[in-house]
């Protein structure tokens, strides 16, 4: 524990997206903030499509997660606001809405019932029909069937958001070391600092682990306490066009697989995702690619007319029930931020606020209670 009226020292092992919005947090909250990451912001967050959907991903049995994301969307706008004020940085964020729309009769049946589910759980969705969505979206292919319109969700530039974050952790003294954790340091039953791969140890009052889909790669925990984080493959496909192409981030289903692009401001347009447990492989695989062009000229047929910039396969941080998993663990002074698996953009600026909370001994928004470590059971994590 820090001396009286001593700042609090953390040790926060990876900067991906959640390790460096904590830090950046954490850091605004009056702690000395030590980052390590040989490759900040070089995982999952450097791969990500940036869309902010807690209602167009909704699925069935999540709505603990969707109350999280619904939170952390709430928080994102002056959360970008405090972040762009603070670096001068621009991180893309658009609140214009995500269009969900349907290729078949069997797609659209999914649709509507997840439109009743929302509808049950109070979320406004704003039902269309296949010509409502060209007036939206007017590259439609002629034959999609209707759509969804969740008019409060929106996306960002992953790539910008974690250079911002990063700049302004940075301006408020957060020390970056680029270097990989190799292990925790445990003395007298509690963490006291990492091991970096170099054998320089650091030493801290509090240990937070947010390396993503490595989560599970740090050695000397004590047995249930690594965290129970798979990897799970996405690839992207990145496009480029000069003139306006999508006005917004448009989800279909195409024969009940699913494609999304997501539209920046700079004609940057991000084809994706697929969704593979193949373990640490990022190889990027002819498959994988055609699916995703397959489906997307399905939904758009000019897609083929933009210009091709960019392949990429990254790792989500998967969890057993592919929530994220924060909080404290039974080892003294170490802590969890990890398994955000696909929303971790989305929920960033949430989980912030719960983690530095969490490490500073600040009161916890409520909104965290069902994500904490130990609702896995040991074997599970051991
Ligand atoms: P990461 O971003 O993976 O960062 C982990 C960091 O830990 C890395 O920088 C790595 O270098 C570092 N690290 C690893 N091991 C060590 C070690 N031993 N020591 C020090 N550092 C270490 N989310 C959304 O909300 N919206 C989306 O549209 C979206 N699209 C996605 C599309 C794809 C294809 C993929 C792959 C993911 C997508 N996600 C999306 C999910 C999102 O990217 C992740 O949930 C998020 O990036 C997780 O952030 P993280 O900081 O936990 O992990």
Request: contains cysteine.
């Amino acid at each position: 524990m820090p001396a009286k009226g001593a700042r609090v020292e953390i040790v926060i092992i990876g900067a991906g997206v959640i390790g460096l919005a904590t830090a950046w947090r954490a850091a605004a909250g009056g702690a000395a903030v030590t980052l390590v990451d040989p490759r900040p912001a070089g995982g999952a967050s450097a791969v990500a499509a940036g869309m902010l959907t807690p209602v167009s991903e909704l699925t069935y049995g999540e709505e603990p997660l969707l109350r999280l994301g619904l939170a952390s969307r709430e928080r994102y706008g002056p959360f970008v606001a405090e972040l762009e004020e603070a670096t001068g940085l621009g991180t893309g964020h658009r609140t214009d809405g995500i269009l969900e729309v349907a290729f078949d009769s069997g797609d659209l049946g999914y649709l509507d019932d997840l439109r009743r589910f929302q509808e049950g759980l109070g979320i406004p969705t704003e039902a269309l029909t296949g010509r409502q969505c060209r007036e939206h979206e007017p590259m439609l292919a002629p034959g999609v069937r209707g759509g969804l319109l969740a008019p409060e969700d929106g996306s960002i530039d992953p790539r910008r958001l974690t250079r911002a974050l990063l700049a302004a952790a940075e301006g408020l003294g957060v020390r970056l070391v680029r270097r990989r954790a190799a292990g925790v340091l445990v003395e007298a039953d509690a963490a006291a600092g990492v091991r970096l791969d170099d054998g320089t140890r650091i030493r801290a009052d509090k240990v937070l682990l947010a390396a993503g889909a490595w989560s599970g790669d740090v050695e000397g925990l004590p047995d249930g306490i690594v965290p129970p984080v798979r990897p799970v493959k996405g690839q992207v496909i990145r496009l480029r066009t000069p003139v306006p192409f999508l006005r917004r981030s448009t989800r279909g289903l195409v024969r009940g697989s699913s494609v999304y692009l997501v539209p920046r401001t700079d004609g940057e347009v991000v084809v994706g995702a697929t969704q593979e447990e193949m373990g640490f492989d990022t190889r990027v695989t002819a498959g994988g690619l055609w699916e995703l062009l397959r489906d997307a000229r399905e939904l758009l047929p000019g897609i083929t007319e933009l210009e091709f910039t960019e392949v990429s396969a990254g790792l989500r941080p998967g969890s057993p029930d592919n929530a994220p998993v924060m909080g404290p663990t039974a080892l003294p002074g170490f802590l969890l931020g990890t398994g955000h698996f696909r929303n971790g953009v989305l929920l960033a600026p949430v989980s912030a606020d719960i983690l530095a909370a969490m490490l500073l001994d600040g009161p916890v928004p409520e909104v965290a209670a069902p994500f904490t470590p130990d609702r896995f059971p040991t074997e599970v994590r051991s």
